[in-house]
């Protein structure tokens, strides 16, 4: 098949299950086609797979043209060939993530664009056909990445406003904008987004602390005002947003230095028990792994794999506190230590989940406050609610 006609198949696939509803995107996805934006050589599948469109012609365009998203930027100066080297930085989002997004954000002529994580370039070049290129603008924080992604906008003939920063910051120069758009995960909305809104302006943005539990959000400015028509009855609220569905995400970096990474780094534990109940799965399943991620502050995740089979990795911030789990015979073996005993409060959240009816992520969403603070909540945003600690 010739790129046009696996661009077609796929577009007609993303329509004929409903993701993709617009007109206007419709069209959209049909004049940008995604293979004009991903590296002939260097990327990677979701699984790992290295790309080489010179090497295996078909097979890079097979993948181009797959739902998936594409690993186009490993962590450290290089793109490893290997899998399991590095965190990746950049990728192209899956066609139907990106569909679901542009969908969310309700996108009408006249209005100003902000993306943050030009990436690729593709989502940049999505919106510039849909909203012209005057109206996006578009900022990304690697300078490597920009340049390849301003070279091949220049080529698929588009020009938005394109620029090496920060996203964490917006770009106030431009604003005020319409939508703000990104393919970065966040786990707290940055300040500056909200105040770089116009008054009725939408955040869409994928959001979570563990990137295979993360959600994709929509948060409206206004949309919390306690006398606004359908606001939320709580006083004080800057904006209000629901969670719309699973998604994998590359997190937003943030300001700060750099975390220690989660590893495995020998410690004595404190304490361990043996348990005939396997401790990975609910951590690995998406609606109790998002429900932890919600009610434990601070930690983060890693799996790892031992002579015995699939284990896991468990740490707070600065990996003062850690939790090690394996394989143990018939067994598991959990153990803990530093000052806090995560993996107890693992346990409750997920006594608290299953007492609540084990929501599902649909049912959260997330409330900032005039003050700044941020909070999830369940059902409704005057409910059930925990608050939202700094990135992790």
Same mark, same amino acid.
Request: charged fraction near 20%; charge should be negative.
């Given at each position: ?91 192209? *989002? ?22 943050? !994580? ?18 996006? @603008? ?37 604003? %005020? ?34 990137? *295979? ?41 943030? %300001? ?51 002579? @015995?089979?699939?284990?896991? &990795? ?15 015979? @018939?067994? &598991? ?9 995560? &993996? ?9 989940? *299953?007492?609540? !009816? ?32 700094? %990135?992790?």
């Amino acid at each position: 098949m010739t790129a046009r006609e696996r661009n077609s198949a796929l577009i007609e696939a993303i329509i004929a299950d409903g993701t993709l509803t617009d007109a206007a995107l419709v069209d959209a996805f049909r004049s940008v086609p995604r293979h004009l934006f991903i590296p002939e050589n260097g990327a990677l599948t979701a699984n790992g797979g290295a790309l080489n469109a010179m090497g295996n012609p078909d097979r890079w365009l097979a993948a181009v043209y797959t739902d998936n998203a594409i690993v186009t930027r490993i962590e450290g100066p290089e793109v490893p060939r290997q899998r399991g080297r590095g965190a990746a930085t950049s990728c192209s *989002s899956a066609p139907t993530v990106l569909a679901r997004m542009l969908e969310l954000a309700d996108l009408a002529d006249g209005q100003k664009v902000l993306e943050v !994580g030009t990436g690729t370039g593709w989502n940049t070049a999505l919106l510039a056909h849909r909203l012209g290129d005057g109206a996006v @603008t578009s900022v990304e924080i690697d300078e490597r990445l920009l340049d390849a992604a301003r070279e091949a906008l220049r080529d698929a003939g588009f020009s938005p406003g394109t620029h090496l920063t920060d996203g964490h910051g917006g770009y106030p120069q431009a604003a %005020p904008f319409d939508r703000i758009i990104s393919a970065c995960g966040v786990r707290r909305v940055p300040a500056a987004w909200l105040e770089q809104l116009t008054d009725d302006g939408i955040v869409v943005c994928p959001w979570g602390m563990l990137e *295979s539990a993360g959600v994709l959000m929509r948060l409206e400015l206004g949309a919390g005002d306690a006398g606004a028509p359908g606001g939320s009855g709580v006083q004080g609220l800057t904006a209000l947003g629901r969670f719309h569905g699973g998604v994998g995400f590359v997190p937003l970096r943030t %300001p700060g230095p750099a975390l220690p990474p989660v590893r495995d780094a020998g410690q004595q534990p404190d304490e361990y028990r043996l348990t005939q109940v396997d401790p990975v799965a609910p951590m690995l399943a998406f609606a109790s792994a998002f429900a932890v991620s919600v009610m434990v502050p601070d930690w983060r995740m890693r799996r790892r794999w031992i002579g @015995t089979g699939s284990g896991m &990795w468990l740490c707070d911030r600065w990996g003062e506190s850690w939790v090690r789990i394996y394989p143990y015979g @018939t067994s &598991w073996m959990i153990e803990q230590g530093g000052p806090r005993s995560i &993996w107890d409060e693992v346990e409750e959240a997920l006594l608290e989940w *299953s007492a609540l !009816g084990e929501p599902d992520p649909s049912r959260f969403g997330l409330l900032v406050a005039a003050d700044g603070e941020q909070r999830v909540w369940l059902d409704a945003p005057d409910g059930r609610s925990w608050p939202v600690g700094s %990135p992790v």
